[in-house]
């Protein structure tokens, strides 16, 4: 999985929380958030009930992430270890 750039299609972001239940967004809150919003508006026709949340990380210092609630309620364990994994597995450097 990889990170989503605030400048990227929002469109892939998408696809993400449909396949893995969220979606991890690089950058600061106002460039992540509004980026965000308009992940969970387009994940609607989709009857996904998805909220927005933030995570303290190792690499990138924090992530923003949209994510389906059906899949990962709030707080859920699981997810807090993915969001890890993933930022793990990205060197912030690559997403410039």
């Known amino acids: 999985m990889k990170i989503f750039e ?3 299609n929002i469109q892939d972001a998408v696809d ?7 979606a991890a967004i690089d950058g600061t809150k106002s460039t992540a958030v509004p980026y965000a919003e308009r992940v969970v508006n387009a994940l609607v026709p989709h009857n996904i009930s998805a909220s927005i ?3 303290n ?3 990138n210092g924090y992530l923003y992430y949209v994510v389906d609630l059906e899949r990962y ?6 997810l807090k270890r993915l969001i890890d994994d993933v930022d793990s597995d990205n060197d912030p450097c690559e997403n410039f």
């Open 6 to 8: 605030s400048t990227q």
């Open 16 to 22: 993400s929380v449909l396949k893995h239940g969220f």
């Open 53 to 55: 949340g933030y995570q």
């Open 57 to 59: 990380t190792l690499k």
């Open 73 to 78: 309620p709030c707080g859920d364990e699981e």
